[in-house]
């Protein structure tokens, strides 16, 4: 069965503290990693993919890597609107083409104080 | 251009009763997949339809059951609500072949 670990559960940091937020997998057949951030009483955005090990993908002050066995999401100089739940989810081989269902980790709620 | 519409937004029941939840997809998809989140949790997938039918199926009882309409939009439907089905309940959709998922914001769902 295909697992997905975040952690830390929570993270607070100070306004401009970089850090990275981690998430473990296994899976038989990685199609794609995937994060998303979620805003209270919003659904998941979209913020990345990535799909074989090596891979990285920036966005502002995100960057996304990907490893054989997880993944990382740099934070570099946050502000206070980076604060959200981010998410990390897979997509394998397994059932066929599937283009839908993903197997999300728990989150990680990350708190960035001026 | 509108994304990912859900009804109604927030809805209370009580143990026992049934409940049937809304989503228009994004304009331009036609797969439309639902999941639940319960609170501290990531989303856990329900099920996918494509073309009216459901194409897969998550760990869900049969007690949560599906729909999708020629026009895309899709309804979940919840028989039998226990105190454990609260929760928040996505709807996503996908063109042909797209791989990013894009979420409406979600009915809250309590049973009481």
């Known amino acids: 069965e295909d697992q997905v670990t975040q952690s830390p559960e929570a993270l607070r940091l100070q306004e401009g503290e970089s850090s990275s937020l981690n998430c473990s997998y296994t899976?038989?057949?990685?199609?794609?990693l995937f994060w998303y951030r979620q805003d209270p009483g919003k659904g998941p955005e979209f913020l990345f993919t990535?799909?074989?090990a090596g891979e990285e993908k920036e966005k502002e002050r995100l960057k996304a890597t990907l490893t054989k066995k997880e993944s990382f999401l740099h934070i570099t100089a946050p502000k206070p609107e980076d604060s959200a739940t981010y998410l990390c989810?897979?997509?394998?081989?397994?059932?066929?083409?599937?283009?839908?269902?993903?197997?999300f980790g728990q989150g990680t709620i990350l708190t960035v104080h001026p | 251009d509108a994304g990912v519409t859900q009804s109604p937004t927030h809805l209370i029941k009580t143990r026992g009763q049934q409940v049937t939840l809304r989503c228009s997809p994004k304009?331009?998809?036609?797969?439309v997949s639902w999941y639940q989140q319960a609170l501290g949790q990531g989303p856990q997938f329900i099920f996918q339809?494509?073309?009216?039918?459901?194409?897969q199926r998550g760990n869900f009882p049969d007690r949560f059951s599906g729909h999708q309409f020629p026009n895309y939009s899709s309804e979940l439907n919840v028989n039998a609500l226990l105190l454990g089905d609260s929760a928040l309940y996505l709807c996503?959709?996908?063109?042909?072949?797209?791989?990013?998922?894009?979420f409406g914001s979600g009915t809250q769902l309590s049973v009481l």
């Open positions: 989810a897979v997509r394998t081989n397994a059932g066929g083409t599937s283009y839908g269902k993903l197997t």
């Open positions: 304009s331009g998809h036609d797969t």
């Open positions: 996503a959709s996908s063109p042909t072949g797209g791989e990013k998922l894009f």
């Open positions: 339809y494509y073309e009216e039918e459901e194409r």
């Open positions: 990535l799909y074989s």
């Open positions: 899976v038989s057949g990685l199609r794609g």
